[in-house]
């Protein structure tokens, strides 16, 4: 699989329900089966696919995704019932029921897909927290170079001694 491939993987995996997940029509096309298929699979093998690797959709959760990503509508080819989506673990599970060399090929892509958005995720979090430590650490010499600089150009009072001689007739 190619990389170009591999990214189409990464765009197809969602966040739902604080999981990253992909959907049953997404994974139907990486395995190289219909849709309809795949569910046929996954309901002759519901035993293995407990909440944590699979969950179908809420409407709303099914409205929200048609809203972010340019699917066909309801009633004009799109599927009449509500898809399913699943984690990694889950994707690799299908993988095993459909058993085609396809899918199982395949899935060795789709869980390198998930290692890379995970690799991604935790090296923007490492920089977030490198950047904070930054910030911590030079807000306080920032603040010592500035109070420097107020202080030099802060105008002194003028002084009311007198240098000189002074005449006092």
């Known amino acids: 699989m190619t990389h170009l491939q591999q990214n189409n993987i990464q765009n197809s995996i969602h966040v ?9 029509a997404d994974l139907a096309k990486i395995y190289g089966t219909t849709t309809k298929h795949l569910n046929q699979q996954l309901k002759r093998n519901l ?6 690797f699979m969950f179908q959709l809420t ?3 099914d409205k929200y995704l048609r ?3 340019p699917q066909s509508e309801t009633g004009r ?3 009449r019932y509500l ?3 699943f ?8 993988a095993s029921v459909l058993s085609s060399p396809v899918a199982v090929a395949t899935s060795i892509q789709v869980v390198r897909a998930f290692i890379s958005l995970r690799q991604m995720l935790s090296s923007q979090a490492e920089l977030a927290r490198k950047l904070d430590l930054l910030e911590r650490k030079y807000d306080h010499q920032f603040k010592i170079v500035f109070d420097a600089i107020r202080e030099l150009t802060l105008i002194p009072e003028k002084s009311k001694k007198r240098i000189g001689i002074v005449n006092e007739d």
């Open 83 to 85: 898809p399913y989506a």
């Open 16 to 24: 739902l329900r604080n999981q990253r997940v992909i959907l049953d």
């Open 77 to 79: 080819g799109g599927s």
């Open 59 to 61: 409407e709303e959760e």
């Open 47 to 52: 035993n293995r696919f407990p909440e944590d």
């Open 67 to 69: 809203t972010q990503t």
């Open 87 to 94: 984690t990694e673990h889950g994707a690799v599970m299908l």
